[in-house]
């Protein structure tokens, strides 16, 4: 078994490269946009208490799924229809469908999100960031995208950093959160936590497990993880493989603040019953 990563050392060494001179936090010394005390708690950021939660709380955690490629308008609407049904935080759909689920959800909480560089993240940053310009304009809330886990694996962390960035750019001036999908099951754990590290200097709002079409999904090491480098301040979304309520309860008490699954009225009933 591979020794624990050292999380502040990974925060120190990218704060270094990326954010020379930067000021440090006297708590961890490292760069302060790194430090994981900060930022604070926002609503929705911080791993919420598994048992405390009741049906309502359970629902606004899941982003509601569908991205296969076979998917049907039909299906799409309803994916909304049970969305809007349950309470659901959000529905994720391909960017085809966005405007389609924002014209549905058009009055309700439930925000559309989307991917970009989905689902290889080996597309440029600047497809990137167009293809989430678009998005936001078409109506999505939040875009999910895929970092460059070539570039990442390479130890190119600026090419890593621009890639997130130019993202949240694009989605900055709607206000768009970004989530940043790590692609955990093709990295090791430094390379996890380098991710983490760099989405969240790089302005991220989210970092994501998984595109659920990965060698792996999420797993609770995982999540507790990249929790450990992020801090309370972003969120952390558990995604692939999740499908009932044991599953995404282990992710919410590992530090998970958001479930990507296309179960989520399976994990709904089983919280329910669960009391």
Do not use: Y
Not at 7 to 30: F, K, N, T, W, Y
């Amino acid at each position: 078994m591979s020794a624990p990563v050292d999380v502040v050392a990974v925060l120190r060494a990218i704060g270094d490269e990326l954010r020379p001179g930067g000021a440090v936090c006297p708590c961890h010394g490292v760069v302060v946009a790194l430090c994981p005390s900060r930022p604070a708690p926002r609503e929705g950021t911080a791993a919420p208490d598994a048992s405390a939660l009741d049906a309502a709380g359970v629902a606004r955690l899941i982003d509601h799924t569908l991205l296969k490629p076979e998917a049907t308008p039909a299906q799409v609407r309803d994916l909304c229809r049970e969305a809007r049904g349950h309470g659901f935080a959000a529905v994720c759909v391909n960017p085809l469908w966005v405007r389609t689920c924002a014209e549905e959800l058009a009055g309700t909480p439930i925000a559309v999100a989307t991917v970009a560089g989905f689902p290889l993240g080996a597309s440029v940053p600047d497809v990137k960031a167009a293809e989430a310009a678009r998005a936001v304009e078409d109506g999505a809330r939040e875009v999910d995208m895929v970092l460059s886990v070539g570039a990442l694996k390479a130890g190119d962390h600026r090419l890593v950093a621009h890639d997130v960035a130019v993202v949240v750019e694009a989605c900055r001036p709607r206000g768009a959160l970004v989530k940043v999908i790590i692609e955990a099951a093709l990295l090791t754990d430094e390379e996890k936590a380098r991710a983490c590290a760099i989405a969240k200097l790089a302005g991220a709002g989210f970092v994501k497990t998984s595109t659920g079409f990965g060698p792996g999904g999420a797993t609770t090491a995982d999540v507790a993880l990249m929790r450990r480098v992020v801090g309370p301040g972003v969120g952390v979304k558990a995604a692939g493989g999740i499908r009932d309520w044991a599953a995404a309860r282990a992710m919410v008490a590992a530090g998970a603040s958001r479930i990507g699954t296309s179960a989520g009225p399976t994990i709904l009933a089983g919280a329910k019953a669960a009391g």
